[in-house]
């Protein structure tokens, strides 16, 4: 065992200890307890006009508390692991459980804590040491790099506002008074560049931005040469735009657009919304009587992974510290399964699926580990020609102003290009597009194979839907 | 929070690679959520946030880093972190010295009294089950709410090689209610805020049962709206939250944090007309008690009343320090940041259009066809191109003069310095409303507001009816 790994256990071995303490407070208080450990390092940096502009560098590290008194929870979390701060965020969490345990209870609401045993996982594909293996002199020059490429590019790039490289390693564990002890170590390595395209002067003047980024786990492999050519690509594409006419159009969203749609909408699969009543698939009173409604076209296939290779999500266990699998969640259009934890799999009967998500400083949640939307067997070209004119989506921006989660409905500021006969036309910006995400879903016509790079949980393909609203001039 | 020595040895440590200028900033901040849901409690959890980040400058170049160790040698660790961002300094570089601390007092202008911990529990609950209560009362179409209760007390340090050395405490109080209505296959979901820079005791100032019932009444009146149409025309955006276009489509774009870069369209253009002579829009962080105003900022600069833009023309741009280094603007006391865990940025604190003269029924008598915006919701921008968008969470279809119908599904897009030269009109009565800010330095607490605005023509994303090139 290397002195770092060593190290490493003795941490583990450490704050095991801070819990069983707090864990005898529990005990003589009747209350069970759990605690989430988040400790990280990240390191960021970013360039502007060819200096490095911002060095930040962190050390974190935050116990979220969860206490059930008499099957309710409250919650406290705390930065500081002194004794004493340990000791008042327990009696915080406690508080919190008496407020909640305020009005009526129902018994299918209690909550228990996961019982488990121990995971631990030193997955090599998640956690290694490739950050150490690069200087700090060589990851500046890395964030200038992305500058400096980036401008070299095309000449109409007048400036590349923002530009950074940035570095994570991590750990979370699970400890609770029912036999938990999970523990997962993971490093990242993550950067984006956004080129500002100008062109025309005084009142012809005209730009544009747009960006790339990159997540891989391994910092001796850095794609700089593709994020690059890519951010500068798009931003002169989308000189000369211009609006739309008003109508309604076929469209095709880019796969990495589609993938953040459907990131919005991740929680529309969790039992907890379910619970709550604010996903639109919860239509019937009896839970399970939800699962076979149509949620869209026979083309729609979505499953949750925590093993994708590359996923950004994978994880060994979910946040109680159950062993994660993969689920389907939609198959050929129908709804299979809602994603579960285990308190809301025993309050609405329905399968666990090992999908507790939960942030050390937030309350128990659940969430995918890595969504995948799955793609089919034709080019994004094959889909850019189905009709005689198509818009394609670049660019959605505005979610949290045009995105009415309650309903689905949306209508969301919009760039793309505009295609007649399987050519590209015009590239086209000051639009709005407008549905519904069960109109947009149901419409869905076909999938192209081409999947979005990998830098968040959610991957999707490039989708074609066969109408939607587009207002423009 | 520290004492004097042990910050100078930090900001020594700092400094100790030829770097100009070192902080250190730190916080220890208590905060408090409760929420209901399916009219029992779901949500209850006590934060304490305890850290400190430690800021230089290299010239233009900022380094920063932060730790939760505020022992001698976390702190120390992290000041020399911060240093070896640089290569040793080679000879002739000339070390800083830091100026001795000069602990500055402010004028207290907001009223503390209760904190969260010394309200009694209880009234919280009750203040939940009243909004609760209301809502499902109001409208059988009820099917969820959601009310919250939130509450912080942030206490702050910063000081730096200047001399700077000040201490603040900030509490902030928010209520607020979800709720989703359901009818006939059709659901409709709003919310309403309300929050000010207080403490606890403002709870006994809020009229909950409004706060749930607007909510259930403006979702009771869109469920079964048409949809707003779609394409350009004139629109009305009524006071308060309306606020919220400037905000996006201006504001953003008048922090040096885009300026220094030259990514903001409103780069070169101080003392320009950038806008009607209507229009006058001051960023003011120094309102009694108001959401976004402060005693001191995050660099320990007293905050103050900034003219951004005075009848049409720009006077100011909002500035923090490395933006002042950066650009040679003054600085107008807005750097601020979420929590030590960030370094400060220029950002806004209250910021609104002055009232006007024009009444909004005037404004609206004037329009044959357009929208009136009554309520907005959130929204975004991109400095350097301007574009914008927000949505509107109460619209209206105006008809020759007169408001026909209510409609939904509207979101209004622009750029912001197109839509700041099409504000012809601006009414008599000015309104400010709470709102969470995000941008590089956090989401941080902000007011927007405005009178009513006539803004000759903006984009509205609302549903096509024909279908253009082969839609089915």
Not at chain 2, 255 to 276: N, P, R
Request: proline share 3%; aromatic share 8%.
């Amino acid at each position: 065992m290397s002195s770092l790994e060593t190290q490493n256990a003795d941490l583990f071995k450490n704050m095991e200890a801070k819990f069983q303490h707090l864990e005898a407070l529990a005990k003589k208080d009747g209350v069970e307890i759990e605690m989430l450990v988040e400790r990280g390092e990240t390191l960021g940096l970013s360039v502007s006009q060819g200096k490095l502009e911002k060095f930040d560098s962190s050390q974190t590290q935050v116990g979220g508390l969860r206490v059930i008194l008499g099957g309710v929870e409250g919650y406290s979390w705390t930065e500081s692991f002194e004794t004493a701060d340990l000791e008042a965020a327990y009696r915080d969490a406690l508080e919190s459980a008496k407020f909640t345990s305020r009005g009526e209870k129902d018994l299918k609401s209690l909550v228990e804590l996961w019982k488990g045993s121990s995971v631990s996982s030193e997955d090599r594909s998640l956690f290694n040491d490739s950050t150490d293996k690069v200087s700090l002199d060589a990851k500046i020059d890395r964030a200038k790099l992305l500058e400096l490429k980036s401008k070299e590019r095309d000449p109409r790039i007048a400036n590349v506002p923002y530009n950074r490289y940035s570095e994570t390693a991590g750990e979370v564990m699970v400890f609770n008074s029912k036999g938990v002890r999970a523990r997962q170590r993971r490093t990242g390595v993550m950067g984006y560049t956004y080129c500002l395209a100008k062109s025309g002067e005084g009142l012809k003047a005209e730009s544009r931005m747009a960006g790339e980024s990159f997540f891989t786990r391994n910092a001796l492999q850095v794609p700089i040469d593709e994020v690059t050519a890519s951010a500068a690509a798009k931003a002169v594409a989308k000189l000369g735009a211009v609006s739309p006419e008003t109508g309604r159009y076929p469209i095709v969203i880019d796969c990495e657009v589609a993938a953040e749609v459907f990131g919005l909408i991740a929680d529309y699969f969790s039992a907890k919304a379910l619970a709550e009543k604010t996903t639109i698939y919860g239509k019937e009173k009896d839970p399970a009587a939800n699962l076979g409604q149509v949620v869209g076209s026979s083309v729609l296939q979505i499953e949750d992974d925590p093993n994708l290779e590359g996923g950004v999500g994978n994880r060994p266990f979910d946040s109680e510290g159950a062993p994660t699998h993969k689920t389907t969640l939609v198959e050929n259009g129908v709804l299979k399964s809602f994603l579960s934890n285990s308190v809301y799999a025993k309050r609405l009967g329905l399968p666990h699926t090992a999908n507790a998500s939960r942030g050390a400083r937030s309350q128990l949640d659940v969430g995918p580990s890595n969504l995948v939307v799955r793609g089919g067997k034709e080019s994004l070209e094959t889909l850019l020609k189905s009709y005689p004119k198509v818009i394609y989506v670049t660019d959605f921006t505005g979610y949290h102003a045009g995105f009415q989660h309650g309903s689905g409905a949306f209508s969301l500021q919009s760039e793309g290009e505009l295609w007649e006969n399987g050519k590209r036309v015009k590239p086209i910006c000051n639009f709005v597009v407008a549905g519904s995400i069960d109109e947009m879903l149901k419409g869905l016509e076909k999938v192209s194979s081409r999947l979005s790079p990998k830098t968040s949980n959610v991957v999707a393909p490039d989708l074609l839907i066969s109408s939607l609203s587009v207002a423009g001039a | 929070m520290l004492s004097q020595g042990l910050v100078k040895k930090v900001l020594d440590a700092a400094l100790e690679r030829g770097a100009q200028f070192a902080e250190v900033f730190v916080e220890d901040t208590y905060q408090s959520e409760l929420r209901l849901i399916d009219s029992r409690p779901s949500n209850a959890v006590i934060g304490r946030l305890k850290g400190a980040g430690v800021r230089v400058f290299y010239g233009h170049e900022q380094v920063y880093v932060t730790t939760n160790d505020l022992s001698e040698a976390g702190l120390l660790k992290a000041a020399r972190t911060a240093a070896a961002a640089k290569p040793a300094p080679g000879a002739g570089v000339t070390r800083v010295e830091p100026k001795a601390f000069q602990p500055q007092s402010f004028d207290q202008i907001h009223h503390y009294l209760t904190k969260p911990w010394e309200y009694d529990s209880g009234r919280k609950f009750q203040h939940l089950v009243t909004m609760d209560k209301a809502a499902r009362a109001r409208s059988g179409m009820v099917s969820q709410v959601e009310p919250f209760l939130l509450e912080k007390c942030q206490r702050i340090l910063v000081a730096n090689s200047d001399g700077v050395w000040a201490e603040d405490e900030r509490n902030y109080v928010r209520a607020g209610c979800n709720v989703s209505l359901e009818d006939k296959g059709s659901r409709e979901s709003q919310h309403t805020r309300a929050g000010q820079l207080g403490t606890s005791e403002w709870f006994d100032t809020v009229d909950f049962q409004k706060l749930a019932t607007d909510a259930v009444d403006r979702a009771a009146l869109l469920i079964h709206a048409d949809f707003a149409p779609a394409g350009e025309f004139p629109v009305v955006i009524d006071n308060g939250f309306g606020g919220v276009i400037f905000h996006e489509a201006c504001g953003h774009g008048l922090e040096t944090t885009s300026v220094a870069k030259d990514a903001s369209v409103f780069c070169g253009k101080q003392d320009q007309k950038i806008a009607e002579a209507c229009v006058t829009a001051v960023d003011d962080g120094t309102i009694s008690n108001a959401w976004g105003s402060l005693v001191v900022d995050d660099e320990g600069m007293a905050t103050k009343k900034t003219v951004l833009i005075e009848n049409g023309v720009l006077k100011s741009y909002i500035v923090d320090d490395m933006g002042a280094r950066q650009t040679s603007f003054a600085r107008t006391g807005s750097g601020r940041r979420q929590s030590y865990k960030y370094a400060p940025a220029s950002r806004m604190r209250n910021t609104f259009i002055a009232a006007g003269t024009t009444k909004l029924e005037d404004m609206i008598r004037d329009i044959d066809y357009g929208i009136y915006a009554k309520e907005m919701g959130g929204g975004s921008v991109s400095p350097g191109t301007g574009d914008y968008n927000f949505g509107v969470t109460e619209g209206w279809l105006i008809k020759n003069g007169k408001l026909e119908k209510p409609v939904k599904g509207a979101t209004l897009i622009g750029r912001g310095i197109e839509t700041l030269g099409r504000i012809t009109k601006v009414g008599t009565e000015l309104r400010l409303q709470d709102g969470m800010c995000g941008s590089v330095s956090g989401s941080i607490p902000t007011t927007v507001g405005q009178p009513a605005i006539l803004v000759s023509k903006i984009l509205v994303g609302g549903r096509a009816a024909a279908s253009t090139g082969g839609a089915k």
